[in-house]
Structures are given as C-alpha cells and as structure tokens.
C-alpha cells in the first residue's frame, strides 16, 4: 500500500500563506488529491490531479507536485479555513489517505 | 443542487450485519462512480470500496474484502454498502461519495454512523 505522510498540524497566521505537505511512500506521479474537512462536516474536493482547482474553490488554494512529494498552499490563509486537510492518492489500489493535517490560526 | 443521503446506520452487535444506503440526486447518478469512505470517531479518512458507473469495476480495502458488499441501482439512484460480521473496528462514520473521471472523491453525503458494540 502506498502510505502519505502528512505533518499532524501547523499553526498560521491571519493573511499569511499555508504550506502543508505530503510525501507518498512511492510515486504517484500526479494522482494526488486534497480535501478540506471543518469540524463535524463532510470532506471537500479541493484539488485534483495535484494541481487542478476543484469547481467552485477559491483560487487562494493551490497545490502542486508530483512524483511523491506533494505540496498544498493556502494564501491568503483567511479564518474560514480552520480544517484540517487530507491528501488522498488514486494511483494505485488501494485508494490512501494522508493521516491529515490540522490548520490552526496563530 | 447535489445531494447525497446516508442512512441504515445504527448500533449492532458484533459478528451482526448492517445494510448502509446512500440516495443520489442531482446529478446522473448512473454516469458516476460510487464509493463509500470511513472515518472512526477522531481519526482520519479511509477508503472502504469502490464501485463503477455500470457495477462492471468493483474494489475493496483489505480490511473489508469477503465481509462487506458494495452494489448499486441506478433505476433507483441507491448506492448500498451490506456489512457482514462486523467487529468493532468497523465502528465509523461511513460516507458515501461519487467520483466522475478520476479515482477522488468530488462529492460527498453528510455521512452515517455506524457503532458496533455489545
């Protein structure tokens, strides 16, 4: 199985930019996607393909990679984006998920 | 506007069965893949099993291969997940999501809880 490293939290400040991370075990070459999920709600598609913005996303949310090293970007981190955010790889079976990473608001 | 709807969750016992249902709507159920993805309380995201638009592609995480069953009916917009001798740690909240395209999950239901326990 492939397995996605994700760091457990980072704590960012109001305008600032995010960055968040995700490192696959091998290469997915560019079947990474990313999910927000707010407390007590469902995930949301935010990016697919690595890179590709999802309909109706905002366009301060970004990523970028491929291989195995993945990166996620947030700017400007506004308060509304308090989640905590999930890769997730479609390249091989069986479908994989990052273990998530809390945003926080300094 | 999309909607997704759990429903058939509840307590069991364990080495019991459950029937999950998901109804669709909104969109062309039948044109879309299906999946259903857990979440044990506090913890991340994990895939369970997948199904595609026709039922032609079927897939299972390890961990519920030979005890859970995915199938769908598209006359019917229903995604259904059939869990048999379930264990404790199948106790999650279980949500269904579709997938146009690629394997990722572009919509979601609001999930079904599902508690398996004495």
């Known amino acids: 199985d492939i397995v996605l490293t994700q760091s457990p939290a980072l704590a960012v400040s109001l305008g600032q930019r995010a960055t968040i991370s995700c490192r696959a075990s091998?290469?997915?070459?560019?079947?990474m996607h990313w999910y927000q999920q707010k407390s007590g709600q469902q995930p949301k598609l935010l990016i697919y393909?690595?890179?590709n913005l999802a309909s109706g996303v905002p366009a301060r949310f970004s990523g970028s990679g491929s291989g195995t090293d993945f990166t996620f970007t947030i700017d400007p981190v506004e308060a509304d984006d308090i989640a905590t955010y999930y890769c997730?790889?479609?390249?091989?079976?069986?479908?994989?998920f990052g273990s998530g990473t809390k945003l926080e608001i300094k | 506007e999309v909607q997704l709807v759990e429903s058939g969750g509840g307590l069991v016992q364990p080495g019991r069965s459950l029937k999950l249902s998901c109804l669709a709507s909104?969109?062309?159920?039948?044109?879309?893949?299906m999946n259903w993805i857990r979440q044990a309380p506090g913890k991340g995201l994990e895939w369970v099993a997948s199904?595609?638009?026709?039922?032609?592609?079927?897939y299972y995480a390890d961990t519920v291969k030979g005890r859970f069953t995915i199938s769908r009916d598209n006359a019917k917009n229903t995604l259904y997940l059939q869990m048999t001798s379930l264990r404790s740690e199948d106790t999650a909240l279980y949500y269904c999501?579709?997938?146009?395209?690629?394997?990722?999950?572009?919509?979601w239901g609001q999930g079904v809880m599902v508690t398996v326990s004495s």
């Open positions: 909104g969109f062309t159920f039948s044109n879309y893949g």
């Open positions: 091998e290469s997915v070459r560019s079947s």
């Open positions: 999501a579709s997938n146009y395209g690629g394997y990722y999950f572009d919509y």
């Open positions: 199904i595609s638009s026709s039922s032609s592609y079927i």
């Open positions: 393909g690595a890179s």
């Open positions: 997730q790889q479609s390249r091989n079976d069986p479908l994989t």
